[in-house]
C-alpha cells in the first residue's frame, strides 16, 4: 500500500513538471519614435548589458538577443508601427518558459529613457 501511494505521489510530481508554460505576457510601452531607431536603441542597450544579438529585422520589428552569463535569459522584443506610435513589447524567456514582465521592466525603463534623449 505505501509503494502504491509513494508512486501515485511521484507520478503526479512528473505530470506537474510536464506541464506547458503559459502564454508570455510582454512588457510593453508606446513611443513617437521609428521603429528602426527603438530596434537600433534596443540592440545598443542589451549588447551594453551583455547581451548578444541573435536576431534582429528592421522589416518584421523584432529582436531576439540572449544573455552570456547565467541564469541564462533570452529576450524577445516586437515593435510595430500603429496609429502614428510605436508599439513596444518585450518578453524575457529562462529555459523555454516565459518570465514575468516585471523582470524586463528595467530594461524597458532605460530603453524609454534612451529614446527619449534621442534628438
Known amino acids: 500500500m505505501r509503494a502504491a501511494v509513494s508512486v501515485a505521489v511521484l507520478a503526479a510530481w512528473l505530470a506537474g513538471c510536464a506541464t506547458p508554460a503559459g502564454p ?14 527603438v530596434l537600433t536603441e534596443a540592440m545598443s542597450l542589451l549588447m551594453a548589458r551583455g547581451y548578444v544579438i541573435r536576431h534582429a529585422d528592421a522589416d518584421l520589428g523584432r529582436l531576439e538577443a540572449v544573455i552570456a552569463r547565467w541564469p541564462g535569459y533570452r529576450v524577445r522584443l516586437e515593435v510595430e508601427a500603429a496609429d502614428g506610435a510605436t508599439l513596444i513589447s518585450m518578453t524575457a524567456y529562462r529555459d523555454g518558459r516565459p518570465l514575468p514582465p516585471r523582470l524586463v521592466e528595467p530594461l524597458m525603463t532605460d530603453l524609454n529613457g534612451r529614446l527619449l534623449m534621442r534628438p
Open 24 to 37: 508570455a505576457t510582454p512588457a510593453t510601452r508606446e513611443s513617437a519614435v521609428p521603429v528602426e531607431t
